[in-house]
Nanobody, 123 residues
Framework: EVQLVESGGRVVQAGGSLRLSCVAS????????IGWFRQAPGKEREGVLC????????SYTDSVKGRFSISSDNAKTTVYLQMNSLKPEDTAVYYC????????????????WGKGTLVTVSS
């Protein structure tokens, strides 16, 4: 079955960097959209960045502009979220999700989700 596994979350000081990984399995890694989302304590989930095999990269929020980037390694079936200049407000559980039906970085319609990895940015 389709499976997404996030890793890389940890406690980090403000201003530091972290790279999260989303390892995908259970489908051919050539027709997909994989997005990174986050949910801070007591807050609604928000989209961060998405990468589509057809349409490239989409950003969902200005709050990470210039600090976060998304990339993929097809050989490793992995999507990365590189996070630099981290701020306390970046503290959240970070999830990756896959859309294999309409793989174009939509706002809704995500079919598969990982269990999340916690990023805590201390001040």
């Amino acid at each position: 079955e389709v499976q997404l596994v996030e890793s890389g979350g940890r406690v980090v000081q403000a201003g530091g960097s972290l790279r999260l990984s989303c390892v995908a399995s259970g489908f051919t890694f050539d027709d997909y959209a994989i997005g990174w989302f986050r949910q801070a304590p007591g807050k609604e989930r928000e989209g961060v960045l998405c990468i589509s095999s057809y349409f490239g990269i989409r950003s969902y929020t200005d709050s990470v502009k210039g600090r976060f980037s998304i990339s993929s390694d097809n050989a490793k079936t992995t999507v990365y979220l590189q996070m630099n200049s981290l701020k306390p407000e970046d503290t959240a559980v970070y999830y990756c999700a896959a859309d294999l039906i309409t793989p174009r970085c939509r706002v809704d319609g995500w079919d598969y989700w990982g269990k999340g990895t916690l990023v805590t940015v201390s001040s």
